[in-house]
């Protein structure tokens, strides 16, 4: 079983940064495919917001490219998103996942709320 605890979210104002963590734990079976970060605003369906996949290659949905940045620390078994330039429409839950050769993992979720 694989536990994901996501911290760092909280208020910001628009054009502001913010970086939201991942922690993993746990016993990943094999390699790790995918992991990544998700987002849902209320109404609206979950969408990917970044995504590393088989540990190099990064992706990115054009609302968030160029302004947000996954990265992972290895010897933590930390992801993070680095948040920046950011919208009111950037406001929602934050989650990240992990997909190992088993199982796709979810955090519980961070808010993130852009408002002045």
């Known amino acids: 079983q694989v536990q994901l605890v996501e911290s760092g979210g909280g208020l910001v104002q628009p054009g502001g940064s913010l970086r939201i963590s991942c922690a993993a734990s746990?016993?990943?079976?094999?390699?790790?495919?995918?992991m990544g970060w998700s987002r849902q605003a209320p109404g609206k369906q979950r969408e990917p917001v970044a995504i590393?996949?088989?540990?190099?290659?990064?992706n990115y949905p054009d609302s968030v490219k160029g302004r947000f940045t996954i990265s992972r620390d290895r010897g933590s078994n930390t992801m993070y998103l680095q948040m920046n330039s950011q919208k009111f429409e950037d406001t929602a839950v934050y989650y990240c996942?992990?997909?190992?050769?088993?199982?796709?993992?979810w955090g519980q979720g961070t808010q993130v709320t852009v408002s002045s």
């Open positions: 590393i996949v088989n540990d190099d290659g990064t």
């Open positions: 996942y992990l997909q190992d050769i088993t199982h796709m993992y």
């Open positions: 746990g016993n990943i079976k094999g390699r790790i495919i995918a």
